[in-house]
């Protein structure tokens, strides 16, 4: 598989327990950085379409703010209800002081 993987954000746009949210290839994405790095996820909940990057980071969980269904950002997983379907997680990474997200490329676990 082609690597393509294309800048999302400066890494000192983002400071650690921050989100940025952004758009790649038509796709709205939020870059989170954790105490364990930085993690691209859709930036929608999968319970009612409201959006991730209005709620805040705890630890490498995110939670939404209109219902508190919770996520964990390095793998989509959902940590907590009403949400029952995980989110999209893509695969992240440093080059210099530029975070990049593939966004062909989901993490799976």
Known sequence: ??????????ISEIPVGQ??????????LLICHTAEGFYAIDDTCTH?????G???LDGNAIECPRHGARFDVATGKVLCLPAAVPINAYRVKVEGDEVKVNVHEQVTT
């Open 1 to 10: 598989m082609t690597e393509s993987f294309i800048t999302a954000a400066n």
């Open 19 to 28: 989100l940025k949210s952004v758009q790649i290839q038509g796709k709205l």
């Open 48 to 52: 009612d379409d409201g959006p991730l």
């Open 54 to 56: 209005d709620g805040w």
